[in-house]
């Protein structure tokens, strides 16, 4: 889609994000960069971003928000936001802020052409929207907090955990269960796989490929054959592979690994016992 010459480079985007941490983790931006480049192409955004980590409270404290409208100003530019909330949830700021740009600011929340100026009804009803939200947050917030050092939200968190006990419990069963019914069909494919070792390596094949040969190592073929004949894995839904395949002969077959994780914990524990008593001697 071609951009219209008047409105090449003549939108300056401007993100914010409240905590240092949403700053350092993407968290926010990410989503403010995808609105804007929905609705704008490469050739209508400005060369130069603002983005700043503070707070909505005072627009006024804000250094890279000065400069953005500052620049807007001094280049004719209009400036650009994913969510009208990001400028300010007040409306006395929000109405100072539209009269300093002279209506050139555009919100990706507020349906408006890209050339005109922004409507100043429009835009007053969404920084109530923002500005109510605010205290509601906030109401919701202090009330959370009271509720959390009432006598009755610890026993309720003493019952609650009673709870997560008890379903732990049946899970770890139902987990057992489960486990043993993979080990027979997942035995099957060790099976396949020591078998069709020994008959590979009868006919050359080798366990590694060397560099510059052309031809596959006994592990590709299986893992190949594995899938072709739908052997089970032990991750469901994932499908076999030369590394899967070796790791399952050596871990397995070879180490004689236990395939069961309650088993596993226990086989890693005798390792480590005996370890210990290797290195005492």
């Not at 071609?2 to 914010?16: C, G, N, S």
């Not at 909505?56 to 004719?76: F, G, H």
């Not at 909330?85 to 890209?114: F, H, M, Q």
């Not at 379903?167 to 796989?193: A, D, G, M, P, V």
């Amino acid at each position: 889609m071609e951009t219209h010459k008047e409105l090449i480079k003549q939108f300056v985007p401007y993100y914010r994000v409240s905590t240092e941490k949403q700053g350092r983790s993407g968290l926010g931006m990410r989503g403010q960069k995808d609105l804007i480049e929905h609705f704008f192409t490469n050739d209508e955004l400005d060369d130069y971003e603002f983005v700043e980590v503070q707070s909505a409270k005072n627009i006024k404290d804000r250094p890279e928000l000065k400069m953005a409208i500052e620049y807007c100003k001094n280049n004719n530019k209009t400036l650009v936001v994913a969510i009208s909330d990001r400028l300010s949830r007040n409306v006395e700021d929000g109405i100072w802020l539209l009269n300093e740009l002279n209506g050139k600011l555009y919100a990706c929340d507020i349906p408006t052409n890209k050339g005109n100026k922004m409507d100043k009804y429009e835009w007053v009803q969404k920084i109530n929207f923002a500005e109510r939200e605010r205290e509601l947050i906030s109401i919701r917030t202090k009330r959370g907090l009271s509720m959390s050092d009432k006598p009755r939200g610890r026993a309720g968190a003493k019952e609650f955990s009673e709870h997560k006990k008890k379903y732990i419990s049946i899970k770890i069963s139902q987990t057992k269960r489960q486990n043993f019914q993979n080990n027979e069909k997942y035995q099957l494919t060790l099976n396949y796989i020591e078998k069709r070792v020994k008959e590979l390596g009868e006919q050359g094949y080798l366990k590694y490929t060397n560099t510059g040969s052309q031809n596959e190592n006994m592990f590709l073929i299986i893992a190949k054959e594995l899938n072709e004949f739908k052997f089970e894995r032990v991750r469901k839904n994932s499908i076999h592979t030369e590394y899967s395949t070796r790791k399952s002969y050596y871990e397995r077959i070879v180490r004689k690994t236990p395939i069961n994780f309650y088993d596993l914990s226990k086989y890693k524990l005798r390792l480590r016992k005996k370890e210990q008593n290797e290195n005492k001697k």
